[in-house]
């Protein structure tokens, strides 16, 4: 198994990247997340994870080792395979996930191109305890919190802003303030919308 490759960057996509690791070329598939986070320098180091099937030996980057654990977790649910569980990867951050999975939160893990209802559903039901075990969550801290962004989400939605834009900002005010009310979510989201 390749854990890690690190060399200098020579092409970079949203979704793939090319390391020439001495003198070796190696195509690396990555998330979005995992391309916001590279660095501007010529030299990186990628975590990786190496799938092989019949057809195709495929090489999975990520900047950081939490999303490679998140992404091997994912792999263990039947129905999900790579491409789906990158998906996952790209369209929330590593941190969204886990919450979704610890709140048993189906509507965030339906919300990503690709995932129906049942499979949402199974995803959650197969890494709830994991996850919770994992990570050392307590479960009724992050479904009262789960209800209060939703519902500082709703409100924000309603005063006309994009839900999009204001999930980052909600999220940002939650992770510094656990216990924060409705009310504050709201009242600190609007200084910085």
């Not at 990628?46 to 099937?53: E, V």
């Not at 998906?87 to 919300?111: F, H, N, R, Y």
């Amino acid at each position: 198994m390749i854990a890690h490759i690190q060399g200098k960057l020579v092409e970079k996509t949203p979704t793939e990247v090319v390391i020439d690791c001495n003198g070796v070329g190696y195509h690396i598939n990555i998330s979005l997340h995992t391309s916001t986070l590279l660095p501007n320098t010529d030299f990186v180091k990628l975590f990786t994870h190496l799938i092989i099937k019949e057809d195709s030996h495929s090489l999975y980057g990520f900047a950081e080792k939490s999303e490679k654990e998140i992404f091997k977790m994912l792999l263990t649910v039947s129905g999900i395979g790579a491409g789906i569980a990158r998906t996952m990867l790209s369209s929330l951050e590593p941190k969204q996930i886990i919450q979704a999975l610890a709140s048993g939160d189906v509507g965030t893990i339906q919300s990503i191109k690709g995932i129906g209802g049942k499979t949402a559903q199974r995803v959650i039901l197969d890494l709830k305890d994991k996850v919770l075990k994992i990570y050392d969550l307590d479960e009724v801290s992050i479904s009262q919190n789960n209800t209060n962004r939703d519902e500082a989400l709703s409100a924000l939605e309603v005063l006309g802003f994009v839900r999009k834009a204001s999930e980052k900002i909600v999220d940002k005010v939650v992770s510094e303030n656990p216990d924060a009310t409705v009310e504050v979510i709201i009242k600190q989201a609007l200084k910085n919308l």
